[in-house]
């Protein structure tokens, strides 16, 4: 419901120098004012906007000081979420907080579910669904990389985009509702061949957004990457040099990880969630047993995996089976331990025997062939496809969708134009595609997908 006024945390549960409790709705202003008493006296709801006032707030019931604060009033419209809007800016601790929000709820505010403040905004129109999906981006981005692209569709470039594609297909749509509405006035071939070219470039620019949606994805979310390799090849050894942190036990000891490990690294501005696993082999040792298990499944989910051989042992059985469990996948290969052993394991022979799209050959622990295993890495995610510079890239899967279903409408009502079928039916196809391209930004979108969308947020976003 609209209409009421909601309140949440607006900052983290735990301590820090600020903590807000951010109230929005109609009765905001008042709410606030129950609870607050300002240092020199004076009405909230008469005062200057976008100012902060200094205070105390005071439990009604009681009489009790709470905390010192600075109250942030912004009136609608100039607000995030367009309506009436106060900030409380506490001291961060969790039991102040707590103690403020149970007084705003007792004064009159709900509780606000996740995403709720951005959900206003949307539905009050101050931001395009598109533009409230890069607010979690935004909050959420993993590398400066990622945060360009989130910030980007907030500003609205994905929306202006979209925006310009339904602009023309809804002139397209007039001229041919025109010639079916009067008939005796058919439109002339040449206009025909130009709305046909016209609906061509458009389904060939949704093309172009949806070839960059892969790389979106994963700056958005981060490529799952999985080191797997037998025991004691270096695999831990080699998260922790990519890391820069000794984030794993690495010791002489096969068998040494057992549980998988997880941590976010930042590639050449690509966040990769990199995955060190226990090592892949027989074992009799229960908790073993689970930690292989676990690295099996980490292969089935992982977008690329990092395979590590040792080039001291050489290829092994062991070695055989691990490149059995990760067939079908993207393989990077990586010959480990080339200090102990430089002329074994040549590329040729790895790729042939793993089937790895790279191989990189590195000595970890000397730091040998790490800037090459991150440009293989790279190279191999991008594909040399998409230049990081300016490039629009689509990084939702819900607007990967959107835009696959538009595409596919253009081209059929491309298809029964020129097929020369009745108008009608391009005119149904054109509608169709208007529809696909509006729920990216949110002008044709249902309920219960506004719902999912914002479930996705925290409360007091
Ligand atoms: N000489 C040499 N030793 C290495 C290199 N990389 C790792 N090691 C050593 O190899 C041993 C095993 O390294 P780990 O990183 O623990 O190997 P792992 O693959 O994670 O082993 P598990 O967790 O048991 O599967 C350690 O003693 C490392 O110091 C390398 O490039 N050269
Ligand atoms: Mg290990």
Do not use: W
Not at 124 to 149: F, P, W, Y
Not at 185 to 190: D, K, L
Not at 365 to 373: H, K, P
């Amino acid at each position: 419901m609209l209409g009421d006024t909601i309140a949440a945390l607006a900052t983290p549960l735990g301590e820090g120098g600020v903590g807000i409790v951010r109230l929005s709705g109609p009765a905001a202003l008042e709410v606030a004012a129950g609870l607050f008493k300002a240092k020199h006296a004076q009405d909230l709801r008469a005062g200057r906007n976008y100012h902060l006032v200094y205070g105390h707030i005071v439990d009604p019931e009681t009489g009790d000081t709470v905390d010192e604060v600075l109250l942030a009033v912004m009136r609608a419209p100039h607000s995030y979420t367009r309506e009436d809007v106060v900030e409380v800016h506490a001291h961060g601790g969790i039991v102040p907080l707590r103690r403020i929000l149970e007084l705003c709820i007792a004064g009159g505010a709900r509780l606000a579910e996740a995403g709720e403040f951005t959900k206003r905004a949307f539905l009050n129109g101050r931001l395009d669904l598109a533009q409230a999906e890069a607010v979690l981006d935004v909050i959420r981005s993993k590398t400066g990389d990622g945060l360009r692209l989130a910030v980007d569709q907030l500003g609205g470039r994905l929306s202006r985009k979209i925006a310009s594609f339904r602009e023309d297909l809804v002139q397209m749509l007039a001229e041919i509702e025109a010639s079916i509405d009067f008939p005796e006035e058919e439109i002339p071939e040449s206009t025909m061949l130009e709305i046909n070219g016209r609906l061509r470039r458009l389904a060939e620019a949704s093309g172009e957004l949806l070839a960059g949606a892969e790389a979106g994805r994963i700056y958005r979310e981060g490529l799952a990457t999985v080191i797997v390799g037998k025991p004691n090849v270096g695999k831990s050894s080699l998260l922790n040099a990519l890391l820069r942190e000794n984030r794993a036990i690495v010791t002489e000891i096969p068998g040494t990880t057992r549980d998988v490990i997880e941590e976010i690294v930042n590639i050449r501005g690509i966040p990769i969630r990199l995955l060190d696993t226990a090592g892949l082999r027989e074992t009799e040792d229960i908790i073993e047993q689970i930690g292989v298990e676990r690295s099996r499944q980490a292969v089935a989910l992982a977008d690329l995996v990092i395979l590590v051989l040792d080039a001291d042992t050489g290829i092994e059985d062991e070695d055989r089976r691990v490149v059995e469990l990760v067939a079908g996948k993207q393989v990077l290969a990586v010959v480990n331990k080339t200090d102990l052993a430089p002329e074994d394991l040549d590329k040729a022979q790895v790729k042939e025997f793993t089937g790895a799209e790279a191989v990189v050959r590195t000595a970890v622990t000397d730091n040998q062939g790490l800037e090459a295993l991150e440009s293989a890495i790279a190279d191999l995610v991008l594909g040399g496809r998409v230049s990081r510079g300016d490039t629009l890239l689509i990084t939702n899967e819900r607007h990967k969708a959107a835009l696959i279903k538009a595409r596919k409408h253009l081209l059929e009502a491309s298809d029964t134009l020129r097929q020369e079928l009745p108008l009608e039916m391009t005119a149904i196809d054109i509608r169709s595609a208007l529809e696909a391209f509006g729920e990216i930004t949110g002008s044709t979108v249902t309920e219960d997908i506004l719902d999912r969308i914002f479930a996705d947020f925290c409360i007091g976003k």
